[in-house]
């Protein structure tokens, strides 16, 4: 059986994987550069590295993320969306709603019983329900983004947070900062403010069956757990991969699907 | 929508949490400061009333009696019709049909509770409006749509021509619920023979509706009672404003308040009046002892509202300015456009006056009057024109002294937020200090009010006014 | 079509200017409730005003607040940097609040950039409603508009040179319905961007010019073979105002798509139904421009609509319905959720996105959005093949 | 008496020193997470450099967002007052502040007498502040000191329209995407603030003279876009760096109340 590859290349970090037989070989995930096709060499090369395989060893490889049209190697384009229903899937394979929050977007999108994306929506609104809310809020805080998530567990009193906008929400922070209020209760607060932005969009699609989380954002079990509260449903883990991975994931299923039919996604 | 929100009947909740507070202060000094420790959540706001006095606590059964008028009507067999604030309940009352004002539950929401109205306010983006759209909709708007309201059987609102995102709120329900609609309209300009006809034609086809689909026919007798008791209100209302112009003004902040959700609840009905008689007897007192109503007794500053009022969490806008020693001289809605008015005798052309000698004469009244209803009147033409924003807003600070000029209001105001940056500029020329507030009156989300506050006292010291 | 891309795309076109070098005057109107053969009619060019080749905000953001429609707002930039100065006239409208603003915000401009507001200024109240009196009210205000402007512009404006004008505007509505038709054809031979380009021109050109040159491309069309609509899905845009015509082009450029039909305020949509030639040519402009409108200002026409939308979807087979709105556009970002709830509740697929009007449409995040959708379309496609070959 | 003036804003903590009303010593630094952190540090900065203890300091007025929470003031005044008056006491023909901070935008008029006559700040959903330009540096891997000089050395003429910081972002991304030149979208970025600033300014009426104060004075990139884009020329401040301008006011505000004191003394 052949070697496909998945390289998704978002606004902040870029994502590449490798597979072989439907099982993961090798993987990388690096911090976007300014010049989306030097991040996608880049993951690429440390995928392979991780797979030791080598680019000549590539049946097929789909592009996907923000800078999709700059990668070179890739066979085909698609849009992430599409790839993060598969990669979704393919983690959780009883998946029905998926919410995907990266560093520009947040989307949510419910899957038919092929993976494929039945209806989804996307946050246009405003920057505030994106993972780049998060990470200013983190810096802002001066803590690292991995810790920003575990605040919530520790808050006594969090507070209510202008959850309209970036720039204000980061004025507001800076203001309970200044009045003494603990670490712990803003980062509760930025995480909430998150999750309630995030609950709109996906009630607006009428959550069915099994929830599923990709993106980045997965990783922050603040906002994660929020959000359950918020939508009054659990949202279900998988260990077979990092979230964050789902998109690059979703888009070497796809390669594998066009080379040989495989990678077939119905829902069990 | 969070699903233990969804457990709850809203009109339900609200009445009962209201019912419960207005008999709060029945029992002895003592017994209502125990009373207290089981409201945590709400104590702070029924103390602020129930410290305003009898006033305060008549605001307080005047809201109870709103919401039980609303719980109770299917069991009395009335049509409930949704409206907005911009319309006068008179007509329904006449018609024994209740009204639910959207603008009143959000507001009612939004200080009685913890977590404000942000659930109703997020639901309806849930369904499709938009999040930029007014905030004093979509708060009670949420909880109708997601059927934790009492059934709507009709929709009437009168914002076409004077606020788009209002009128589209109304809209939107009436298409999302499938329930019959009817918008009053209103041309750009007033005063003039030919908008004032157009206000009565319109008004006519707004009765014939409800009549339609109320089932009930309107009388003309009943039409005349309440319209009677519209002018003794006026009356009232008319004592207060000339109350508010003395220096020390006698009249509390909270006062406003009280007026204008008075005259948004039950304007023509005995409730009000109640109400009525209890501020201007309380105004009265200081009056005569020539103390300012303030509860710290020393007048600081006056401030004119050029637009709303605040009215998040625990009514903490009305409880600063007490603290701060600054008089509310009014706001957009708590004038009154009355005839007999001083303010208005400077603005000829943009009062009404109350006729019930024929039904011809009623029709008109009221026509006349509901042309005139706060935002109605003043913001439905370009702000610089006869009679509009400007005009109203100078002769207003003039008359009652104010020191300054503040404007809140909610992003979604697309109607106001379309001119305050000249507005405010042709304010300070006149000389007066202009502030605008970047809040949402509704929805402290938007800013925390500590923001809000920092900035109101930053604007005090720096322009020289506290 | 090259004449039609220059007025689409340019604010001060060659028409215009080749108007202007005649000396003849020429005023600008902000929404299609203005009656515009009432100028046709004595000479005067009618040009409906947009807010395209803007490169910042400076002015809109200085008078206009943070939380109005970047439309008027543009308006007013290109105002206050002078490039509207050809205008000897402007009509501001109470169409949308940003819009009616849009009257007190330029004049205040007007007292910081010298000149900027035309001689002849205008605010025509155009009511919500259209029935009775609604109606009695906007026939008044024609009747006004029309004695303000022949004061100003010392012409005289009768009942046969309004029918003239009338019989002119006519003969384009007919042309573009033509074209319309040619859109519902199995195979289409022209592209959206095309056709909004020609319709959006139709909002600046001189009417005759404008004619002409419609019936030359129409009849060119008619002789067209190739199909543009072969191995792509089918789409409608609809919602908030648009003249943008790089917005049709991000959609086609995808390969995937092509745009068989809209329902925007520029398009096609208010040239459908023609204009009575005979009887009181004012009570025939009131009837076209109050009384068959489709904009949500109307308020509670809902049901009216989504009819009409229902049946454009129908004639061009429209596979799928691209729904946008600019923010702070409530009218259209509220009909657009109950659009989507509608329609697919009737298996219509539907998108719906917010953005800004203005130079820089987000790229990146629009084509993310409506390339998810194709695929969408796409799978949905495969799928309807795929259990049809099972059974 | 030695007076001094301590301001602590979003991004940065700047304190200064003054002495018969000249400047005896001043200190910048980058704000700590707690803003009492910064402001011991930074006042401790500027001590060191004069040799001084906190004990010879008579009389501190703190100033900027984090000013409630400065352990040491006798004193705190808001950012807008200090501004104008530091901007008033180095040029007296000033009427026009416009301070871009970090964190926000402002524009302040002053009437004859160097009192505030109306003030703005950036309205919502706006990217007029230092952090935009951050965001942007470090999205193209240029260093704050250097963006002012490489945006000068534009070719091209691009725009960049996004009022949201977040998503101006993508609109860089997109245009480094297609090829463009560094210096041209730095260039850019410089003019699309400058505007939005230009607006807050205009809103409140401009006068001359303007200048400018706060830290993003210091790119000489947005100061000739802003003077570009007012359509006058901005004065500069001379002898002073513009960012410790909110801790001089300060400071001079200190000053005046030891000359009150000893005046009633
Ligand atoms: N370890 C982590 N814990 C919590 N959140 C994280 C973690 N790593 C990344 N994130 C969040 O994920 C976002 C990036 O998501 P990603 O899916 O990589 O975005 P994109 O695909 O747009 O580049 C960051 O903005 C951050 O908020
Ligand atoms: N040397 C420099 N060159 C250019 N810009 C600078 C320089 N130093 C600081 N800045 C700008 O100034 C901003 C900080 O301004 P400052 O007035 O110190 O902010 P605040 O008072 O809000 O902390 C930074 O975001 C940066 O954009
Ligand atoms: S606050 Fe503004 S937007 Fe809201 S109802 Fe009033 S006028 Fe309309
Ligand atoms: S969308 Fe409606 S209100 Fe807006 S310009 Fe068009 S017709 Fe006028
Ligand atoms: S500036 Fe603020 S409100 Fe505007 S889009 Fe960005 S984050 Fe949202």
């Known amino acids: 059986m052949s070697i496909v590859a998945g390289c998704d290349v978002g606004s902040l970090t870029a994502k590449a994987v490798i597979m072989k037989n439907g099982k993961i070989i090798g993987s990388h995930i690096i911090k976007s550069k300014p010049r989306p096709k030097d991040s996608a060499d880049a993951a690429l090369e440390g995928a392979l590295s991780a797979a030791g395989v080598s680019k000549a060893d590539i049946a097929y ?36 709603t998926v919410i995907d929050i990266g560093g520009q977007d947040c989307k949510t999108m419910k899957l038919d019983k092929d993976g494929n994306v039945d209806r989804f929506a996307a946050n246009d609104k405003c920057a505030s329900g994106t993972g780049r809310f998060l990470e200013v809020m983190a810096k802002v805080l001066h803590i690292d983004i991995d810790e920003l998530g575990k605040l919530s567990a520790k808050a006594k009193n969090p507070i209510t947070l202008a959850s309209t906008c970036t720039v204000w929400a980061q004025a507001d922070v800076i203001k309970y900062i200044n009045s003494g209020v603990s670490i712990e209760d803003i980062g509760a607060g930025v995480n909430t403010a998150m999750a309630v932005r995030v609950a709109i969009l996906v009630n607006a699609v009428k959550p069915e069956g099994d929830i599923f989380m990709t993106g980045g954002v997965a990783k922050n079990i603040g906002v994660l757990e929020t959000l359950e509260k918020l939508i009054g449903k659990r949202i279900k883990r998988s260990r077979k991969a990092d979230p964050q991975m789902a998109g690059a994931i979703g888009a070497a299923l796809l390669s594998m699907e066009k080379i040989d039919g495989s990678g077939n996604n119905r829902l069990k | 929508m969070r699903p233990e929100i969804e457990e709850y009947h809203y009109d339900w909740l609200m009445g009962n949490t209201l019912k419960a507070s207005a008999i709060l202060p029945l029992g002895t000094k003592k017994e209502t400061e125990l009373a207290y420790r089981y409201v945590p959540y709400y104590k702070n706001v029924v103390k602020s009333f129930i410290d305003a006095g009898d006033p305060g606590v008549q605001t307080l059964v005047m809201l109870a009696k709103y919401y039980e008028n609303i719980l109770t009507a299917k069991a009395r067999g009335k049509k409930i019709a949704a409206t907005t604030f911009c319309n006068s309940p008179v007509i329904l009352y006449a018609m024994d049909i209740v009204p639910v004002t959207f603008e009143i539950l959000t507001a009612v929401g939004a200080m009685v ?30 909880a109708v749509l997601a059927g934790l309201c009492e059934q709507i059987d009709m929709i009437i609102c009168d914002t076409p021509g004077v606020c788009d995102t209002n009128a589209n709120a109304f809209a939107f329900a009436s298409a999302y619920m499938d329930k019959p609609f009817f918008q009053l309209n209103y041309p750009s300009s007033i005063g003039d023979n030919r908008s004032q006809q157009y206000h009565i034609d319109d008004y006519k086809e707004m009765i014939k509706f409800a009549e339609q689909h109320s089932g009930n026919k309107l009388d003309y007798d009943r039409l005349a ?60 007192q200081n009056a005569e002892a020539g103390i300012s109503g303030l509860k710290n007794r020393e007048e600081k500053l006056r401030v004119f509202m050029c637009y709303i009022d605040h009215y998040t969490v625990d009514v903490n806008f009305y409880n600063y300015l007490e603290e701060r020693g600054i008089v509310h001289v009014g706001s957009i809605l708590t004038r009154n456009f009355r005839d007999n008015t001083p303010y208005a005798k400077e603005m000829p052309g943009s009062t009404y006056g109350v006729d019930t000698s024929t039904p011809e004469a009623m029709l008109d009244t009221i026509a006349q009057m509901n042309a005139r209803l706060p935002m109605v009147r003043s913001i439905r033409g370009p702000y610089d024109k006869k009679g509009m924003w400007l005009e109203e807003s100078l002769v207003c600070a003039k008359m009652y002294q104010a020191d300054c000029l503040i404007y809140n209001g909610t992003p979604g105001c697309r109607n106001t937020w379309g001119m305050v940056k000249p507005f405010a500029r042709d304010i300070e020329k006149h000389g007066y200090p202009c502030h605008i507030m970047y809040d949402d009156a509704f929805d402290d989300r938007v800013e925390s009010w500590e923001a809000t506050r920092e900035r109101l006292d930053e604007f005090f010291k720096i322009r020289g006014l506290l | 079509m090259t004449v039609f891309h220059d007025a689409a795309t340019r604010v001060e076109c060659d028409s215009i200017a080749r108007w202007k070098k005649d000396g003849k005057p020429v005023v600008g109107y902000t929404c299609s409730y203005t009656p515009a053969e009432i100028f046709y009619a004595v000479d005067i060019l009618p040009v409906r005003l947009r807010g395209i080749e803007t490169d910042g905000m400076e002015v809109g953001d200085s008078y206009f607040g943070p939380f109005i429609c970047s439309f008027p707002k543009c308006i007013l930039q290109l105002a206050g940097k002078g490039r509207f100065s050809f205008l000897d006239g402007a009509i501001i409208t109470p169409g949308c ?28 109240d155009v009511p919500h409603k259209s029935e009775n009196h609604g109606m009695a009210w906007y026939i008044e205000e024609i009747n006004q508009l029309i004695k303000s402007v022949e004061d100003h512009f010392n012409v005289n404006i009768t009942n046969e040179k309004l029918q003239a004008a009338i019989r002119e505007f006519n003969k384009g509505r007919r042309l573009l319905n033509e074209i319309e038709r040619l859109r519902c054809e199995k195979d289409v031979v022209v592209s959206g961007t095309d056709v909004f380009a020609a319709a959006v021109a139709g909002t600046v050109m001189p009417r005759d010019e404008y004619t002409a040159e419609l019936k030359k491309w129409v009849s060119a069309l008619k002789k067209r073979k190739t199909s543009l609509s072969e191995g792509k899905h089918r789409v409608m845009l609809v919602g908030s105002i648009s003249d943008e015509i790089d917005l049709f082009e991000l959609i086609e450029n995808t390969q995937k798509a092509l745009i068989v039909g809209e329902n925007l305020c520029f398009g096609i949509r208010y040239e459908g139904n023609e204009i009575a030639e005979d009887g009181d040519p004012i009570e025939a402009l009131a009837g076209h421009y109050l009384g068959s409108s489709v904009c949500p200002r109307m308020y509670g026409k809902y049901k009216e609509r989504l009819a009409m939308l229902k049946e454009r979807i129908g004639q061009s087979r429209a596979e799928g319905v691209i729904m946008q709105n600019i923010r702070f556009c409530d009218l259209h970002g509220a009909e657009n959720a109950l659009f989507e709830r509608d329609l697919e509740a009737m298996g219509i697929p539907c998108l719906r996105v917010e953005r800004e009007y203005g130079p820089h449409i987000d790229i990146g995040r629009m084509k993310l959005r409506i390339n998810a959708f194709l695929e969408r379309i796409e799978g949905r496609k495969k799928a309807n093949k795929g259990d049809g070959d099972e059974t | 008496m030695k ?40 006042m401790q900065m500027a001590l060191d450099k004069a040799n001084l203890a906190r004990d010879d300091i008579g009389y501190i007025v703190g100033t900027g967002y984090g000013r409630e929470q400065i352990p040491f003031v006798d004193q705190v005044e808001s950012e807008i007052s200090c501004h104008a008056k530091g901007a008033w006491r180095i040029m007296p023909s000033v009427r026009m502040i416009i301070d871009i901070g970090g964190q926000d935008a402002k524009a302040t008029r002053l009437d004859d007498s160097g009192n505030v006559a109306r003030y703005i700040y950036n309205d919502k959903c706006a990217s007029g502040t230092g952090r935009f330009l951050e965001i942007m540096g470090e999205a193209l891997e240029v260093p704050l000191e250097k963006l002012g000089e490489l945006a000068a050395k534009s070719m091209e003429k691009l725009s960049i ?57 210091k790119n000489a990139g947005v100061f000739s876009a802003l003077s570009e884009a007012l359509g006058l020329p901005l004065k500069a401040l001379d002898g002073v760096d513009p960012q410790i301008m909110g801790a001089l006011g300060a400071a001079l505000y200190a000053e005046e109340k030891v000359q009150e004191r000893q005046k009633a003394l």
């Open chain 2, 225 to 284: 009672q309440v319209l009677a008791e519209v002018d003794k209100q006026d009356a009232m209302i008319a004592d207060l404003e000339d109350m508010l112009m003395l220096k020390p003004t006698p009249v509390p902040p909270l006062f406003n308040l009280a007026l204008y959700a008075g005259r948004f609840c039950f304007s023509g009905h005995p409730q009000y009046t109640t109400l009525l008689e209890s501020m201007v007897a309380s105004a009265k």
């Open chain 1, 61 to 96: 490889c789909i592009g996907t993320g923000y800078g999709r049209e700059k990668i070179d190697f890739v066979n085909e384009v698609v849009s992430e969306i599409t790839c993060h229903g598969k990669g979704a899937r393919w983690m959780l394979p009883t998946a029905e």
């Open chain 4, 3 to 42: 007076v001094a003036g301590c301001d602590i804003g979003s991004l940065t903590a700047k304190a200064v020193i003054m002495e018969n009303g000249n400047i005896i010593s001043q200190a910048v630094m980058r704000a700590k997470a707690r803003p009492s952190e910064s402001a011991i540090d930074v």
């Open chain 4, 161 to 217: 329209s996004n009022q949201c910081v977040i998503f101006a972002e993508t609109e860089v991304v997109s245009l480094v995407n297609e090829g463009k030149e560094t210096a041209d979208i730095l260039n850019a970025l410089h003019h699309s603030l400058a505007k939005r600033v230009a607006s807050l300014a205009r809103s409140i009426d401009v006068r001359q003279d303007v200048v400018m104060t706060g830290g993003v004075a």
């Open chain 3, 97 to 124: 609040d940003g819009m009616r603003r849009l009257d007190e915000c330029w004049r205040k401009a007007g007292e910081d950039f010298e000149g900027i507001v035309p001689d002849y200024f205008y605010y025509f």
């Open chain 2, 113 to 142: 509770w913890k977590r404000g109205m942000f659930d109703y306010m997020d639901f309806c983006c849930e369904v499709g409006m938009p999040e930029t759209s007014c905030s004093s909709q979509r708060g009670a708007l949420g």
